[in-house]
Every structure is written in C-alpha cells, then in structure tokens.
Antibody, heavy 116, light 110 residues
Framework: QVQLVESGGGVVQPGRSLRLSCAASGFTFRNCAMHWVRQAPGKGLEWVAATSHDGSNKYYADSVKGRFTISRDNAKNTVDLQMNSLRSEDTAVYYC?????????WGQGTLVTVSS | QAGLTQPPSVSKGLGQTATLTCPGNSNNVGNQGAAWLQHHQGHPPKLLSYRNNNRPSGISERFSASRSGNTASLTITGLQPEDEADYYCSAWDSSLSAWVFGGGTKLTVL
C-alpha cells in the first residue's frame, strides 16, 4: 500500500534552517509528481512546493520562493524540503503528498515550530 | 498567490444533502477542474474527487463533484456524523504555475 512518512520537523529559531524528508513506498515513485503542503495552526491548507516526476520542474508558492528548495532522489524514493531563513509564519504541520491527477495520498505530517 | 473562494461554514441536518461551492477562474477550476479533499483534524487530508468527478477507489458514491464554468461544486448526500469535517477545493493554476487551495469549508452535521 502507498505510504508516505515525513521526518525532520522540530523547533527552530527564526532565521535558521531545517530540512524535511519524505520517504515513499508502495508505488512507482519515479512516475509521480510530489508535493509539500502545510497547515498553520488554526488555518487552512496551503500548498508549498512541487516537483515533477523526474525533478526537472519545480514549483513554489510565492510565500516560500527563494527560501525553500524541493528536491527528490528517485533512487532512494525520497523527496526533501530544504527550508532556509525560517519565519514564525512558517510554523505549521508539513505534509508530503503524491500526485496522481491530484494530491491523492498524504503522509501523516511533521510539525515545524519556528520560535525563539 | 490568489486562492480559491470557499464559504467558511455550512450546516445541514443528518441525512440531508450539502452542496459546497468553489468559484475559481479560467486558469484553475475552469482549466483542468478541481480536486476536493476532506480533512479531519489530526489526520491527513483525504482526496474525494479530482478533475471534477473522478472518485478514487474507496470513496463513497455519496460524494459527487461537478463543475459549471469556473465554479466547482461538491455534493454530499445522506449526511452522516462522520462527514463533519473541513472540505477543501484545490486546482492547478496554469497562470501561476502553482496549486491553489480554497480556504476550506467547515461542514457541521446537526
């Protein structure tokens, strides 16, 4: 069965960096685009970034452009999100999601808290 | 990035029908259609339909999506207590090269 497991969340000070990782299994990872989506406390879902199946195309929300970088390793079935220059408004649960027509399978999420 | 518009809340009685709407534009909903997700807090979102009315396996036929022009809709028939959740529409926006989400509609089943 499809499984997506995020890791790397935690508490980090403003301005610092954090790297999230998502390990995928149960499907042909190299065939699927992958997304990161977040939900801040008390807020709705916010799309963060996406990568095409082969990593040749990457897309970002304006709110993270220039600070976050999405990458994938199709040999290891992982997709990462490098987050630099973190701000308090980046505090959220971060989900990775597979895309098959739409983000169809989601991980359980990992909590990132940006606080001094 | 401009998101999609959703009413913040809808309340309906047990067994009734709820219709949730999601107006977009020709670059997102009107282009490739919308996806609908159900989100119970503390759990990952669940995809209910995509590209207007393609239902993933295992999703009840009580959930039906459609599109009219640039507006997507999700109809839930025979409301059950477990349908109480947040519902999000989402679409790829070709002009922004970004996925956009609606703000979500909180469905309350009375």
């Amino acid at each position: 069965q499809v499984q997506l497991v995020e890791s790397g969340g935690g508490v980090v000070q403003p301005g610092r960096s954090l790297r999230l990782s998502c390990a995928a299994s149960g499907f042909t990872f190299r065939n699927c685009a992958m997304h990161w989506v977040r939900q801040a406390p008390g807020k709705g879902l916010e799309w963060v970034a996406a990568t095409s199946h082969d990593g040749s195309n990457k897309y970002y929300a304006d709110s993270v452009k220039g600070r976050f970088t999405i990458s994938r390793d199709n040999a290891k079935n992982t997709v990462d999100l490098q987050m630099n220059s973190l701000r308090s408004e980046d505090t959220a649960v971060y989900y990775c999601a597979r895309e098959e027509g739409a983000p169809d399978y989601w991980g359980q999420g990992t909590l990132v808290t940006v606080s001094s | 990035q401009a998101g999609l518009t959703q009413p913040p809340s809808v309340s309906k009685g047990l067994g009734q029908t709820a219709t949730l709407t999601c107006p977009g534009n020709s670059n997102n909903v009107g282009n490739q259609g919308a996806a609908w997700l159900q989100h119970h807090q503390g759990h990952p979102p669940k995809l209910l339909s995509y590209r207007n009315n393609n239902r993933p396996s295992g999703i009840s036929e009580r959930f039906s999506a459609s599109r009219s022009g640039n507006t997507a809709s999700l109809t839930i028939t025979g409301l059950q207590p477990e349908d109480e959740a947040d519902y999000y529409c989402s679409a790829w926006d070709s002009s922004l090269s970004a996925w956009v989400f609606g703000g979500g509609t909180k469905l309350t089943v009375l």
